[in-house]
Antibody, heavy 118, light 110 residues
Framework: QVHLVESGGGVVQPGRSLRLSCAAS????????MHWVRQAPGKGLEWVAV????????FEADSVKGRFTTSRDNTKNTLHLQMNSLTVEDSAVYYC???????????WGQGALVTVSS | QSALTQPASVSGSPGQSITLSCTGT?????????VSWYQQHPGKVPKLIIY???NRPSGISDRFSGSKSANTASLTISGLQAEDEADYYC??????????FGGGTKVTVL
């Protein structure tokens, strides 16, 4: 079955960087686009970014554009989210999710908590 | 881009039917038949319950159904059960090739 496991979360100071990873298994990783979605404590879901199945292109939400970059290694079935210039507003649980055939996430990982605090 | 608009809360009694709305624009909900709905219980991971406006993934109860008219998508839960008490989020593809979520609706079973 589809299994997604995020890692790399933690506490980081404002202005610093952090890199999240997502290990995928149970499906043919290089056939699917992948998403990042975040959820601040007690708040709703916010879409962050998507990357094409071959990694050739991606799109980001305006709130993270120019600061966050997605990448993937299809030889290792791994997705990454590089987060730079972090602010307290970036504090959230970050989920990686597989893209379904309807252009939106279907399977989700358990999430990685990122806390931006001085 | 602003989030899709969902009512903050909807409630119903067991056995009743309720409908949750999700209003967007001609640049998202109205532009494609790419609308999904997710159910999230407290402390749990979101679960896909509707995709492509009105399709249910395998294993999802047929008590859940989706529809769309113009810029508004809807999720109907029939035969409301205690286990349906959760937060529900809609999501749509956009003309900018991004995705967008609604603010979420808390469903309470009275």
């Amino acid at each position: 079955q589809v299994h997604l496991v995020e890692s790399g979360g933690g506490v980081v100071q404002p202005g610093r960087s952090l890199r999240l990873s997502c290990a995928a298994s149970g499906f043919t990783f290089n056939n699917f686009a992948m998403h990042w979605v975040r959820q601040a404590p007690g708040k709703g879901l916010e879409w962050v970014a998507v990357i094409a199945s071959d990694g050739s292109h991606g799109f980001e939400a305006d709130s993270v554009k120019g600061r966050f970059t997605t990448s993937r290694d299809n030889t290792k079935n791994t997705l990454h989210l590089q987060m730079n210039s972090l602010t307290v507003e970036d504090s959230a649980v970050y989920y990686c999710a597989r893209d379904s055939n309807s252009a939106l996430p279907d399977y989700w990982g358990q999430g990685a908590l990122v806390t931006v605090s001085s | 881009q602003s989030a899709l608009t969902q009512p903050a809360s909807v409630s119903g009694s067991p056995g009743q039917s309720i409908t949750l709305s999700c209003t967007g624009t001609s640049s998202d909900v109205g532009a494609f038949n790419y609308v999904s709905w997710y159910q999230q219980h407290p402390g749990k991971v979101p679960k896909l319950i509707i995709y492509g406006v009105n399709n249910r993934p395998s294993g999802i109860s047929d008590r859940f159904s989706g529809s769309k008219s113009a810029n508004t998508a809807s999720l109907t839960i029939s035969g409301l059960q205690a286990e349906d008490e959760a937060d529900y989020y809609c999501s749509s593809h956009t003309t900018a090739n991004t995705r967008i979520f609604g603010g979420g609706t808390k469903v309470t079973v009275l």
